[in-house]
T-cell receptor, first 113, second 112 residues
Framework: NAGVTQTPKFRVLKTGQSMTLLCAQD?????MYWYRQDPGMGLRLIHY???????AKGEVPDGYNVSRLKKQNFLLGLESAAPSQTSVYFC????????????FGPGTRLTVT | GQQVMQIPQYQHVQEGEDFTTYCNSS?????IQWYKQRPGGHPVFLIQ?????EVKKQKRLTFQFGEAKKNSSLHITATQTTDVGTYFC????????????FGTGTRLQVTL
């Protein structure tokens, strides 16, 4: 039981490049989330999904897109990376809604130059 | 929108001293969760409080949920170096119970 996994662990992009971050969970959780964490800013929700085929915007969605084609996977895309997107990205999942604990992946450290 | 603030932002203690972090929400919460993030790691769930005035203990950690369900606290007795990390509170809200709003976090540093 791997829990929540994220790939890649590290990535360096040039401004304007695109990339996709993959999150996978093997706990059969309905809900999945993408957060970004910047120094002193805590965790900010980018997008989330309440089930397969659904997505919704979080607090800071601009510049990101997501897809949840399979229940176990949640993809985060950056179409045209900007230096402001340099951050640590965490994926999380939970069995159900906000009343349930979230399980976090190990994170992806992204640097945009 | 909903805001969840924590104080202090940072605290440095000597091993054996006590530590407390406070969490305040701008809205009433149905429940509150606490997470710990070690340096370089990811947030890990510690506990959830649901009832008004609820107090729960985990060894040296004591968690409280306020009577009005808008604030919470985490108290660590006799800190150890293993307590180092950032502690976040989080509550459902922001217009939907589908997501959590995380507090700003309190970073704890413990030295010998």
């Amino acid at each position: 039981n791997a829990g929540v996994t994220q790939t890649p662990k590290f990535r360096v992009l040039k401004t304007g490049q695109s990339m996709t971050l993959l999150c996978a969970q093997d706990m059969n959780h309905e809900y999945m989330y993408w957060y970004r964490q910047d120094p002193g800013m805590g965790l900010r929700l980018i997008h989330y999904s309440v089930g397969e085929g659904t997505t919704a915007k979080g607090e800071v969605p601009d510049g990101y897109n997501v897809s949840r084609l399979k229940k176990q996977n949640f993809l985060l895309g950056l179409e045209s990376a900007a230096p402001s997107q340099t951050s640590v990205y965490f994926c999380a999942s939970s069995y159900f809604s906000g009343g349930y604990e979230q399980y976090f992946g190990p994170g992806t450290r992204l640097t945009v130059t | 929108g909903q805001q969840v603030m924590q104080i202090p932002q940072y605290q440095h203690v000597q091993e054996g001293e006590d530590f407390t972090t406070y969490c305040n929400s701008s809205t009433t919460l149905s429940n509150i969760q606490w997470y710990k993030q070690r340096p370089g790691g990811h947030p890990v769930f510690l506990i959830q409080l649901v009832k008004s005035g609820e107090v729960k203990k985990q060894k040296r950690l004591t968690f409280q949920f306020g009577e009005a369900k808008k604030n919470s606290s985490l108290h660590i007795t006799a800190t150890q170096t293993t307590d180092v990390g950032t502690y976040f509170c989080a509550g459902p809200g922001g217009g939907t119970a589908s997501k959590l709003t995380f507090g700003t976090g309190t970073r704890l540093q413990v030295t010998l």
